[in-house]
């Protein structure tokens, strides 16, 4: 008999459906092939002109329609990060072989977060009303900016009545939002919640605020493959990118009830604040290892029973170092045997997009007991020195994964998964 609750008495949530739209491709499976393979995302900027900027590359999602996924005129009113959101969740759903709408929409929640909203839609309209008059200002304009409008959205789609909310906490936000939206099934407030992360942040304003932090690389503009170079001794800043993650989320008697096909358990997730700097991380990842060890702690998991980390893995300096030391001083000797790699080396990063990303290519390392690799890996960084799988994928089994996110504002966040073996 399948045991429904966790060890601290609580409904078990798992995994039933997944959506993604990426710079690697257009789904969760296309994604990943181009992460196991190693066709890079990151190429040169196409969506404004950065002739006058230090940095003209980022992780574009190419060749989007969003008619493919909505109302060509609904999606003229939406922002680009809610256009993404749209698409991932309409897959979520389909994967997990669900109707739109959801046929019990008062037991169904959405939680779905970003780190800035419909940037893209405000500015665009300030510059209509500076240009063209007032009378050119969309009357969507506030509506396609505010951060919970992608939640909306898929609320709309789905026709979910139950809880909803946004989180917004830079590069934690969606590995947040997944770990909240557990909760909502734990206390019984509902019974399926989708869930994830979207961004959609390619702007010059986004490119030059980040490269006036100095926090961009700045150093391959000519060759953007080898830019993002996680751990690498040479690193020298992130590359940003845009895309959004989605999934669907279920208490385990009712996915096993409809037959559902179950991906992978959420044992246990928690978030922390380094409440030191508003970019630096806490040099003593204080913030990080908590973070880590109360997810642990939450999914009643021992720091032996780690078979993978899916890094954080910028490839800043700083970040690089600190969540390496993180896992060090949480891990101990252990953290020299956990292969731990970083998929931002060829998908960038993607925000408030990032964590239910790398949480639903976490999934997949389980599901084919394949690790995809630290792409770009060429020197070691004596600083950080763990088993970053370097350059090729790596056969192993792997059944329990922490994916780690660390955000501006000292936001930290850990999701730990496992692969669900029905008993």
Same mark, same amino acid.
């Given at each position: 008999?399948?045991?429904?609750?966790?060890?601290?008495?609580?409904?078990?949530?798992?995994?039933?459906?997944?959506?993604?739209?990426?710079?690697?491709?257009?789904?969760?499976?296309?994604?990943?092939?181009?992460?196991?393979?190693?066709?890079?995302?990151?190429?040169?900027?196409? #969506?404004?002109?950065?002739?006058?900027?230090?940095?003209?590359?980022?992780?574009?999602?190419?060749?989007?329609?969003?008619?493919?996924?909505?109302?060509?005129?609904?999606?003229?009113?939406?922002?680009?990060?809610? #256009?993404?959101?749209? =698409?991932?969740?309409?897959?979520? /759903?389909?994967?997990?072989? /669900?109707?739109?709408?959801?046929?019990?929409? !008062?037991?169904?929640?959405?939680?779905?977060?970003?780190?800035?909203?419909?940037?893209?839609?405000?500015?665009?309209?300030?510059?209509?009303?500076?240009?063209?008059?007032?009378?050119?200002?969309?009357?969507?304009?506030?509506?396609?900016?505010?951060?919970?409008?992608?939640?909306?959205?898929?609320?709309?789609?789905?026709? @979910?009545?139950? *809880? &909803?909310?946004?989180?917004? @906490?830079?590069?934690?936000?969606?590995? #947040?939002?997944?770990?909240?939206?557990?909760?909502?099934?734990?206390?019984?407030?509902?019974?399926?919640?989708?869930?994830?992360?979207?961004?959609?942040?390619?702007?010059?304003?986004?490119?030059?605020?980040?490269?006036?932090?100095? =926090?961009?690389?700045?150093?391959?503009?000519?060759?953007?493959?080898?830019?993002?170079? *996680?751990?690498?001794? +040479?690193?020298?800043?992130?590359?940003?990118?845009?895309?959004?993650?989605?999934?669907?989320?279920?208490?385990?008697?009712?996915?096993?009830?409809?037959?559902?096909?179950?991906?992978?358990?959420?044992?246990?997730?928690?978030?922390?604040?380094?409440?030191?700097?508003?970019?630096?991380?806490? *040099?003593?990842?204080?913030?990080?290892?908590? @973070?880590?060890?109360?997810?642990?702690?939450?999914? +009643?998991?021992?720091? +032996?029973?780690?078979?993978?980390?899916?890094?954080?893995?910028?490839?800043?300096?700083?970040?690089?170092?600190?969540?390496? /030391?993180?896992?060090?001083? /949480?891990?101990?000797?252990?953290?020299? !045997?956990?292969?731990?790699?970083?998929?931002?080396?060829?998908?960038?990063?993607?925000?408030?997009?990032?964590?239910?990303?790398?949480? &639903?290519?976490?999934?997949?390392?389980?599901?084919?007991?394949? &690790?995809?690799?630290?792409? +770009?890996?060429?020197?070691?960084?004596?600083?950080?020195?763990?088993?970053?799988?370097?350059?090729?994928?790596? *056969?192993?089994?792997?059944?329990?994964?922490?994916?780690?996110?660390?955000?501006?504002?000292? #936001?930290?966040?850990?999701?730990?998964?496992?692969?669900?073996?029905?008993?």
């Amino acid at each position: 008999m399948e045991a429904f609750l966790d060890a601290r008495g609580r409904p078990r949530v798992v995994v039933t459906g997944m959506g993604m739209i990426s710079p690697l491709g257009h789904s969760v499976q296309a994604s990943w092939d181009s992460l196991i393979n190693g066709r890079s995302g990151i190429g040169p900027i196409t #969506q404004f002109d950065s002739r006058d900027l230090p940095v003209h590359i980022a992780g574009e999602v190419k060749d989007f329609s969003p008619g493919d996924y909505m109302d060509f005129k609904e999606a003229r009113r939406i922002s680009r990060s809610s #256009q993404f959101a749209i =698409a991932a969740a309409r897959m979520a /759903l389909a994967d997990a072989g /669900l109707p739109e709408p959801l046929p019990h929409g !008062e037991r169904a929640g959405v939680l779905v977060g970003t780190g800035a909203g419909g940037f893209d839609y405000a500015d665009e309209n300030l510059v209509k009303l500076r240009t063209k008059g007032f009378g050119r200002v969309s009357p969507f304009a506030m509506t396609g900016f505010l951060p919970n409008m992608a939640s909306h959205h898929v609320s709309l789609l789905a026709r @979910a009545l139950g *809880p &909803i909310s946004t989180i917004a @906490a830079a590069c934690a936000t969606s590995t #947040q939002a997944i770990g909240e939206a557990i909760e909502f099934i734990r206390q019984g407030r509902a019974d399926l919640m989708i869930a994830g992360g979207t961004e959609g942040l390619i702007h010059e304003a986004a490119i030059a605020g980040f490269a006036a932090m100095r =926090a961009l690389c700045i150093t391959h503009n000519d060759s953007p493959e080898k830019a993002s170079r *996680p751990f690498d001794k +040479n690193r020298d800043g992130f590359v940003l990118s845009e895309g959004a993650g989605i999934v669907v989320l279920e208490r385990l008697d009712q996915a096993i009830e409809r037959g559902a096909r179950i991906y992978a358990e959420v044992m246990g997730h928690a978030n922390s604040s380094d409440a030191f700097h508003v970019a630096v991380p806490d *040099p003593e990842a204080a913030g990080a290892i908590r @973070a880590m060890r109360w997810a642990l702690a939450d999914a +009643n998991v021992s720091t +032996n029973e780690i078979d993978y980390i899916n890094a954080h893995g910028t490839s800043t300096p700083l970040n690089d170092y600190t969540e390496t /030391l993180a896992i060090k001083r /949480l891990f101990g000797e252990r953290a020299y !045997e956990i292969p731990v790699s970083s998929n931002k080396s060829v998908l960038g990063h993607a925000m408030g997009g990032t964590g239910a990303i790398e949480g &639903i290519f976490s999934i997949y390392t389980m599901l084919h007991n394949l &690790i995809a690799p630290t792409w +770009n890996y060429d020197e070691p960084d004596p600083e950080c020195d763990l088993d970053y799988v370097p350059n090729a994928p790596r *056969p192993a089994t792997v059944r329990t994964t922490l994916s780690n996110s660390f955000g501006l504002g000292g #936001q930290n966040a850990c999701l730990v998964l496992r692969k669900y073996e029905q008993k």
